[in-house]
């Protein structure tokens, strides 16, 4: 079951801040967040482990709400490079498979 | 880079036809993965592998079919194309820790005709 995101799409400008969730029905093991540029492969940014781990490459921080099988990823003080499609991948705690979501457009303008 | 590799890259196929997409892998990882990806449906689980001939069904299995019969191949076959099917296919790869990021290769752009 794919989990779900909100917003579908978001503008933004150079440095304004934006949140995008990503919620899932089943218990979680762990959220992975990418981002996709157009015509090209999703890149990862950040895994958020149950537990409370985190690991990242970007400044791009996110959360885990275990209890409510929850995530948000927080984009703040945003740069032209941040505009692509963002996508939260979920891995249950009782299964192997990687699910994602439908995808968050983001668009940065100067 | 991870090294994943997809072929083909493009291919324009006829309704009706078999259709195989190979997935290339050198990092020795246990998972993998096969989605679609289509404009409004982000990215959709067809079938995920987690060991050589351990598969199972993702969220759009029908029509598809897996193998991998080695660590480094993953199969994607669609036993009889049709329009629908018409897609952009991702293949990804991880380690065997749910704590590890998944690498995605370069993505095939199937036309069904």
């Known amino acids: 079951q794919q989990p779900v995101q909100s917003p579908q799409a978001v503008i933004l400008r150079e440095g304004e801040d934006a949140v995008i969730n990503c919620s899932s029905s089943?218990?979680?093991?762990?959220v992975h967040w990418y981002r996709q540029k157009h015509g090209e492969a999703p890149v990862f940014l950040m895994i958020?482990?149950?537990?409370?781990e985190q690991k990242g490459h970007e400044k791009i921080s996110a959360s885990f709400n275990e209890k409510k099988q929850q995530s948000s990823l927080y984009l703040t003080a945003s740069q032209l490079s941040y505009s692509g499609t963002y996508f939260c991948?979920?891995?249950?705690?009782?299964?192997?498979?990687?699910?994602f979501g439908a995808g968050t457009t983001v668009t940065v303008r100067a | 880079d991870a090294g994943i590799t997809q072929s083909p890259r493009h291919k324009v196929t006829e309704t009706g036809t078999p259709v195989t997409l190979r997935c290339h892998q050198t990092?020795?990882?246990?998972?993998m993965y096969w989605y679609r990806q289509d404009p409004g449906h982000g990215l959709r689980l067809i079938h995920y592998?987690?060991?050589?001939?351990?598969?199972d069904k993702g969220e759009v299995s029908d029509g598809y079919s897996v193998s991998r019969s080695k660590t480094e191949d993953f199969l994607l076959t669609l036993e009889s194309a049709t329009s629908s099917q018409t897609s952009v296919y991702f293949c990804?790869?991880?380690?065997?820790?749910?704590?590890?990021?998944?690498?995605f290769g370069q993505g095939t752009r199937l036309t069904v005709v």
């Open positions: 990092e020795n990882h246990r998972y």
């Open positions: 990804a790869i991880s380690g065997a820790s749910g704590s590890t990021e998944a690498f």
């Open positions: 991948g979920t891995r249950g705690l009782y299964d192997y498979k990687l699910s």
């Open positions: 592998s987690y060991g050589v001939k351990d598969t």
């Open positions: 958020l482990l149950k537990g409370g």
């Open positions: 089943k218990a979680l093991y762990s």
